[in-house]
């Protein structure tokens, strides 16, 4: 079936540093990717919708400055925390709904869980 | 803003019970509604419901949606440790796909 895998699967990373996180499909093409955050026994918060090609759509609330994603191929988006803070530590997870599938659930990778000091 | 309530929040049962688990919603631009099993790590899918009144069913696992009244339900009978997760509910809106998900409800299984 569908797979899609984050790298990498934790890091921890000092106040003031960038983070970058990948997202890759690796059995399909995916048209759309998704970026979750999740706090701790909090559920899924939509973050950005990004799509092959083009700028990301992000959620109210979220910084496109500081969530900095690139979506260069139908197989890779990548989220960047810039400057991440403490308060950026969180799992971050992404999804991807793939070409020629009309209806469907998305495919969630594995998270990234990011600590920052 | 879209909204997505589930209940309980979160549950404990002993090994054979059988639990319900509840999902609300308030949304604009209904397209499906989801249902997910997180343990450790991201969501795994369980079933995707789109019609009224039509059981969705995969094991001891069965789900039903009723549309007029913006609900679903998540059944799980024979309960077993391995049942132990938190279980999302999320709808889908709209064109982008884009998913809002509910706070979850923690399931417990206990011996």
């Known amino acids: 079936g569908a797979v899609v895998s984050q790298h990498p699967s934790w890091v921890i990373c000092k106040s003031g540093t960038s983070v970058k996180i990948e997202c890759r499909s690796l059995d399909f093409q995916a048209t759309t990717m998704f970026w979750y955050r999740q706090f701790p026994k909090q559920s899924l918060m939509l973050m950005a919708t990004s799509n092959e090609g083009s700028k990301a759509t992000y959620e109210q609330g979220v910084e496109k400055d500081k969530f900095l994603i690139n979506h260069a191929s139908l197989t890779l988006s990548t989220l960047t925390v810039t400057s991440a803070h403490p308060e950026d530590s969180s799992f971050y997870i992404c999804?991807?709904?793939?070409?020629?599938?009309?209806?469907?659930?998305?495919?969630f990778g594995p998270g990234t869980r990011l600590t920052v000091t | 803003e879209d909204k997505v309530v589930q209940s309980p929040l979160s549950l404990v049962v002993h090994e054979g019970d059988t639990v319900t688990l509840n999902c609300s919603y308030e949304?604009?631009?209904?397209?499906?509604l989801l249902w997910y099993k997180q343990e450790k790590k991201a969501p795994t899918f369980l079933f995707m419901l789109?019609?009224?009144?039509i059981e969705k069913k995969s094991g001891r696992l069965s789900s039903i949606l009723d549309k007029k009244e913006l609900f679903s339900i998540l059944n799980i009978t024979a309960t077993q440790t391995g049942d132990s997760a938190v279980y999302l509910c999320?709808?889908?809106?709209?064109?982008?796909?884009?998913?809002?998900f509910g706070t979850g409800t923690r399931l417990q299984v206990t011996l």
């Open positions: 999320a709808v889908r809106t709209g064109t982008a796909s884009k998913l809002t």
């Open positions: 949304v604009t631009n209904f397209r499906s």
């Open positions: 789109t019609s009224s009144g």
């Open positions: 999804s991807a709904r793939f070409l020629g599938q009309e209806d469907n659930e998305q495919y």
